[in-house]
């Protein structure tokens, strides 16, 4: 698994020093989890956004503060603003490379144009499963594969193919895709522009002529 470094420095609470932090780049934090009850820190808006790009959202980090020696962190919970399309908080969890942990994993969908060259749709119900395992073990993504799937098949949690050592704690019976064929719209047959003309002379026409 990808580890990146990360730097940090430790912060006063409160809004007023939030939204100072916010105004020089720092997003607000939050350390916390073995030894570590809860620890305010910041960290730049800009270096977080590279790391998640580098290595993922389960990515190992070596969180680097003042008094502190390197501590490896993952990310617990990050808030975001979708309006502003910006960070608002971040929250660290000390974890210890021996100990296996919970997180989720991104499923990663592979084959699906072959379903598109049937004519048909892939319906998928969930896209990430919780799993547990090593921190160093954790999977960037959990690859599906549709490729050889028809209308009517579909793929569930039990079928997944994973990694030794990482266990899957979804239920086995949960679907995470289906094939579906499209529905198709029927559109009622309009009459043709001169079968109108005739439906209308006819109708216009008298059963009898006067006398």
Known sequence: MERVQLAAIKRDTGKTSARRLREQGYLPAVLYGQDVDSLPLAVKERDLSQALKLAGRNSLINLQFPGAQDTTVMIKDLQQDRLRN???????????????IQTEVWLQVVGEEAISKQGLLLQQQI????????????PNAIEVNVADLTAGDS???????????????????????????????????EPEAGEEAEGQEAAETPDSEEK
């Open 155 to 189: 793929v569930t949690v039990g079928q997944l193919q994973v990694p030794e050592g990482v266990t899957v704690l979804a239920d086995p019976d949960e679907v995470i895709c289906s094939v579906i064929v499209p529905r198709v719209e029927t559109v009622e047959d």
């Open 86 to 100: 910006r960070f608002v908080h971040v929250d660290f969890l000390k974890i210890s490379l021996k100990d296996r």
């Open 127 to 138: 896209r990430a499963v919780l799993v547990e395992c090593l921190p160093t073990e954790i």
